[in-house]
């Protein structure tokens, strides 16, 4: 059982993940380098981590998987926005970016929704196993989709 601090540093160290991949992350997205690659390889890492800090059995494994997880996370955020503004359409282009940051709180909506459903049923890590899970599918996903369709530099 973790004290209030200790659950607190776990929480805040996705975050801190978030921060330092956001600063890391201009030095991945230039010109020449294969978005697709790098989106596939920071989701599937992600998906590693998520079940690692649920299966981690020492506090420090699993801050390190959670830093992890927020350095990965921070590939789709940045992207996605960028991604929409390359290819949507003029006229709906705030529409799609919108609906596009809308998906997190959503997605973190229905996880804590899910949570206690898991938690009853199951233990609190099955919360991370399925999102862990879920992203299979985006991962296989991109994997068929072609560079020139993610390729936000060509299309400037």
């Known amino acids: 059982h973790l004290d209030n601090f200790n659950a607190g540093v776990l929480g805040g160290t996705v975050y ?15 010109p020449g380098n294969r978005v697709k690659n790098m ?11 998520i079940c690692g800090f649920g299966l981690a059995d020492n506090y420090i494994l699993a801050l390190l998987f959670r830093l992890i997880s927020g ?10 926005p960028v991604w929409a503004d390359a290819f949507a359409p003029q006229k709906t282009k705030s529409i799609w ?3 596009l940051l809308l998906m997190s709180p959503v997605g973190i909506f229905f996880a804590m929704m899910l949570t206690p459903v898991f938690q009853e049923r199951m233990s609190w890590e099955w919360a991370f196993y399925f999102q862990a899970i879920a992203t299979i599918p985006v991962i296989v ?4 989709t072609s560079d ?3 390729d936000t530099f060509g299309a400037a």
Do not use: D
């Open 97 to 99: 970016i919108s609906i």
């Open 71 to 80: 350095f990965c996370q921070v590939f789709m955020t940045i992207f996605v």
């Open 141 to 144: 996903g991109l994997v068929f």
């Open 148 to 150: 020139e369709s993610l």
């Open 16 to 30: 801190l993940g978030i921060l330092v991949g956001s600063l890391a992350t201009s030095h991945f997205f230039v």
């Open 39 to 49: 989106l596939v390889v920071a989701l599937a890492i992600n998906a590693v981590a």
